[in-house]
């Protein structure tokens, strides 16, 4: 009995001893301080490159193919219906929509990964920071698989930047809302620079650069979040579900009304197929 509780006192000190060196390891100080709500910098709409304009004006190196899928969904959209994002389901917007800062963000560091959080669908990130490689099957999502590194970019002893490649995608995703596409394939890297201003610590900087078949180049674009400056931000619970009047069939989206009938989105828009229903009564 007394082996017995002597071994017993021996596992749980090395116990103790190991949750307390993990603990020690991991020192908040060595990395930049990310606290509190940050939000979108730049005023106006939420467009990927936030130093262009919105749509055309964002000259998004497409191929030509893509080009015209995207004047095509611009096209679309002018008649009233949605182009290619599908955030009006209330599915995700999907990497790298997903960094143009529309929603509250909050950054949460521990010793392996790095959290994204967002308050908007599903938008929340998961960056991996243990020293992990892709595995060789990614389960494919709108947001992808995040690998990251913490950077000592001056070699002071404090992480300065946050390295971070995104893949195993699926779509189909926009970088806006003005609907510039991504490849079908979903074989995007996204790639990022997450980093503190140096002049200010209430700015924080994503350096983003997308590598995709739709493009005929790399395209980098510099977003930039401030911190809010109210000690106890307001966070709004959003479900998107619960005042989305969007109705999607088939490949249609209609609306409800504000008497719950189903109704068009675009001029001569026809009704959705009803031949599984019986006819009505007269």
Same mark, same amino acid.
Not at 137 to 143: G, N
Not at 182 to 189: G, I, K, P, T, W
Not at 221 to 231: A, C, E, F, G, W
Not at 248 to 264: A, K, R, T, V, W
């Given at each position: 009995?007394?082996?017995?509780? %002597?071994?017993?006192?021996?596992?749980?000190?090395?116990?103790?001893?190991?949750?307390?060196?993990?603990?020690?390891?991991?020192?908040?100080?060595?990395?930049?301080?990310?606290?509190?709500?940050?939000?979108? %910098?730049? %005023?106006?709409?939420?467009?990927?490159?936030?130093?262009?304009?919105?749509?055309?004006?964002?000259?998004?190196?497409?191929?030509?193919?893509?080009?015209?899928?995207?004047?095509?969904?611009?096209?679309?959209? %002018?008649?009233?219906?949605?182009?290619?994002?599908?955030?009006?389901?209330?599915?995700?917007?999907?990497?790298?929509?997903?960094? *143009?800062?529309?929603?509250?963000?909050?950054?949460?560091?521990?010793?392996?990964?790095?959290?994204?959080?967002?308050?908007?669908?599903?938008?929340?990130?998961?960056?991996?920071?243990?020293?992990?490689?892709?595995?060789?099957?990614?389960?494919?999502?709108?947001?992808?698989?995040?690998?990251?590194?913490?950077?000592?970019?001056?070699?002071?002893? #404090?992480?300065?930047?946050?390295?971070?490649?995104?893949?195993?995608?699926?779509?189909?995703?926009?970088?806006?809302?003005?609907?510039?596409?991504?490849?079908?394939?979903?074989?995007?890297?996204? #790639?990022?620079?997450?980093?503190?201003?140096?002049?200010?610590?209430?700015?924080?900087?994503?350096?983003?650069?997308?590598?995709?078949?739709?493009?005929?180049?790399?395209?980098?674009?510099?977003?930039?979040?401030?911190?809010?400056?109210?000690?106890?931000?307001?966070?709004?619970?959003?479900?998107?579900?619960?005042?989305? *009047?969007?109705?999607?069939?088939?490949?249609?989206?209609?609306?409800?009304?504000?008497?719950?009938?189903?109704?068009?989105? #675009?001029?001569?828009?026809?009704?959705?197929?009803?031949?599984?229903?019986?006819?009505?009564? #007269?």
């Amino acid at each position: 009995m007394v082996l017995r509780t %002597a071994i017993h006192a021996a596992v749980l000190a090395a116990a103790l001893a190991m949750t307390g060196s993990a603990t020690q390891a991991f020192d908040q100080t060595h990395y930049p301080d990310l606290r509190g709500q940050w939000r979108r %910098a730049e %005023a106006g709409t939420f467009r990927f490159d936030p130093a262009k304009p919105w749509g055309p004006g964002q000259e998004a190196p497409l191929t030509a193919e893509y080009q015209s899928i995207f004047e095509a969904n611009l096209a679309s959209q %002018a008649a009233g219906g949605q182009g290619i994002g599908v955030t009006y389901t209330c599915q995700s917007p999907g990497m790298p929509r997903v960094t *143009n800062g529309y929603g509250p963000t909050e950054f949460v560091v521990t010793p392996e990964t790095t959290h994204i959080l967002v308050e908007n669908i599903y938008d929340s990130r998961r960056i991996f920071t243990d020293g992990r490689a892709f595995p060789d099957h990614i389960e494919p999502s709108l947001l992808g698989y995040s690998i990251g590194r913490w950077i000592d970019v001056d070699g002071d002893g #404090k992480y300065d930047e946050l390295d971070v490649e995104t893949r195993g995608f699926r779509g189909p995703r926009a970088y806006d809302a003005s609907g510039i596409p991504l490849h079908r394939d979903n074989e995007s890297v996204v #790639k990022e620079r997450v980093f503190l201003d140096k002049a200010d610590p209430a700015i924080l900087h994503d350096e983003v650069t997308v590598f995709d078949h739709a493009l005929t180049r790399p395209w980098m674009v510099l977003k930039s979040y401030r911190r809010q400056t109210d000690p106890q931000p307001l966070w709004v619970e959003y479900v998107c579900n619960e005042s989305n *009047n969007h109705v999607h069939i088939g490949n249609e989206n209609y609306m409800l009304s504000g008497d719950g009938l189903l109704m068009p989105t #675009k001029k001569g828009q026809q009704p959705p197929d009803l031949s599984l229903f019986a006819p009505p009564r #007269k």
